[in-house]
């Protein structure tokens, strides 16, 4: 079936550092997602991004959080300068938006480690 | 307040049944879905709800109630390989955009033998 990867799956950097996530969504998709998994909670929305766009997000994205998909490539979070509580697992998702909008292919995740 | 609230854990034994419920409370509503979470991997959607009733989908059923801000999955015939996380999310619509997925904190369903 259709597939988002996200690369890397696992990522160490120090505090303050810049960290890019990139996501390749499903290729005829139109809407993108994140979300933070911290281990043993629950998956927290962070954005979503459509037609080049912010169309949504909630009160994690942080002003260091940004988003874009430049020329149709990966879709990516980078987070500038980094904390701590940043660490997380960090999951891309993607919906074609048409008829199957309510049905979310999900990454297996990028897990940040800020030291 | 708002959110999605869910059983953190659920127990049950193979060839039976597993219910998992799921309440929430958000500004607005656009339909709630289910999804499998094994450790480590992707979600996988498994249902997609906005009626209120029953919807069949074989192995699993799930339920809605609006009024009641509720919904269960309905999980038969358990197998072994039916245990992990199982997920309810909301699409709320108080977001602009109407396609924020708020999730639930999961349950997490063991079978035994």
């Known amino acids: 079936g259709p597939k988002v990867l996200q690369i890397p799956s696992h990522q160490i950097i120090d505090m303050g550092q810049m960290v890019t996530l990139n996501c390749d969504p499903v290729s005829n998709h139109l809407y993108f997602y994140w979300y933070k998994q911290i281990l043993g909670q629950q998956m927290e929305f962070l954005v979503n991004f459509y037609n080049g766009k912010v169309m949504e997000k909630s009160k994690l994205f942080k002003d260091q959080f940004s988003v874009e998909r430049p020329d149709g490539s990966y879709f990516t979070l980078k987070i500038q300068p980094t904390a701590l509580e940043d660490s997380a697992v960090y999951f891309c998702?993607?919906?074609?938006?048409?008829?199957?909008?309510?049905?979310?292919?999900f990454g297996h995740g990028t897990k940040l480690s800020v030291l | 307040g708002q959110g999605v609230e869910q059983p953190a854990k659920l127990m049950s034994v193979e060839g039976t049944f597993a219910r998992v419920n799921c309440t929430y409370s958000t500004s607005g509503f656009n339909g709630l879905s289910w999804y499998q979470q094994r450790e480590g991997q992707a979600p996988v959607f498994l249902s997609y709800v906005v009626l209120d009733g029953l919807k069949d989908s074989g192995h699993f059923s799930t339920f809605l109630s609006r009024s009641n801000g509720y919904s269960y999955l309905l999980l038969t015939e358990l197998q072994i390989k039916d245990s992990a996380s199982y997920l309810c999310?909301?699409?709320?619509?108080?977001?602009?955009?109407?396609?924020?997925?708020?999730f639930g904190t999961g349950t997490t369903v063991s079978v035994s033998p």
């Open positions: 998702a993607s919906s074609s938006g048409t008829g199957g909008h309510e049905r979310l292919f």
């Open positions: 999310a909301v699409r709320d619509g108080g977001y602009q955009g109407g396609r924020a997925l708020i």
